[in-house]
T-cell receptor, first 113, second 114 residues
Framework: AQSVAQPEDQVNVAEGNPLTVKCTYSVSGNPYLFWYVQYPNRGLQFLLKYITGDNLVKGSYGFEAEFNKSQTSFHLKKPSALVSDSALYFCAVRDNYGQNFVFGPGTRLSVLP | DTEVTQTPKHLVMGMTNKKSLKCEQHMGHRAMYWYKQKAKKPPELMFVYSYEKLSINESVPSRFSPECPNSSLLNLHLHALQPEDSALYLC?????????????FGDGTRLSIL
């Protein structure tokens, strides 16, 4: 069965500092990995995905993520955080057998001015 | 702006009412989804439609009844709901069910059951 872990419920970072939101996963086959962001009273917005190829994936709003197969991780990163990045972040995985998306529990990111 | 449109944005209903949630997308996607999301929790999959046919029902109570009238529209009919059904209901679509493409979400309907 597929699973996703986001080990931190909450991440606090000062504006201008780099941020990392962690994600680890477990799937049977090859993983398809996704990051979504959710602002208050909004739906989930797609940020980026890893399917195959380069382990460093670049996405929307300056975010990037690094796929690490040996550590089964897909951490979300941004070199310089903005206050407006404060939101709830979800990592999701599905395998190449076409199983359902499985979402992680979410990490609340707070960027402090 | 999201490309998946959900109406209404808010809905308050009594336990004996019948209401419907609506979802529309014009991206040519052939898979559409209903999710339920409680506060500060991840979305929970309820139903999947693939090419307008119900392909997954995640053991959802029969008081929730989905309908896909055409490839652009998805409805969720509600009847005799319980207070624990209060939540944000999200619709999503993707190119097709088995692809590696992301799901695109609407902004949801916030449902309150009195």
């Amino acid at each position: 069965a597929q699973s996703v872990a986001q080990p931190e419920d909450q991440v606090n970072v000062a504006e201008g500092n780099p941020l990392t939101v962690k994600c680890t996963y477990s799937v049977s086959g090859n993983p398809y990995l996704f990051w979504y962001v959710q602002y208050p009273n909004r739906g989930l917005q797609f940020l980026l995905k890893y399917i195959t190829g380069d382990n460093l994936v670049k996405g929307s709003y300056g975010f990037e993520a690094e796929f690490n197969k040996s550590q089964t991780s897909f951490h979300l990163k941004k070199p310089s955080a903005l206050v407006s990045d404060s939101a709830l972040y979800f990592c999701a995985v599905r395998d190449n057998y076409g199983q359902n998306f499985v979402f992680g529990p979410g990490t609340r990111l707070s960027v402090l001015p | 702006d999201t490309e998946v449109t959900q109406t209404p944005k808010h809905l308050v209903m009594g336990m004996t009412n019948k209401k419907s949630l609506k979802c529309e997308q014009h991206m040519g996607h052939r898979a559409m989804y209903w999710y339920k999301q409680k506060a500060k929790k991840p979305p929970e999959l309820m139903f999947v439609y693939s090419y307008e046919k119900l392909s997954i029902n995640e053991s959802v109570p029969s008081r929730f009844s989905p309908e896909c009238p055409n490839s652009s529209l998805l409805n969720l009919h509600l009847h005799a709901l319980q207070p624990e059904d209060s939540a944000l209901y999200l619709c999503a679509s993707s190119q097709d069910y088995s692809s590696n493409q992301p799901q695109h979400f609407g902004d949801g309907t916030r449902l309150s059951i009195l």
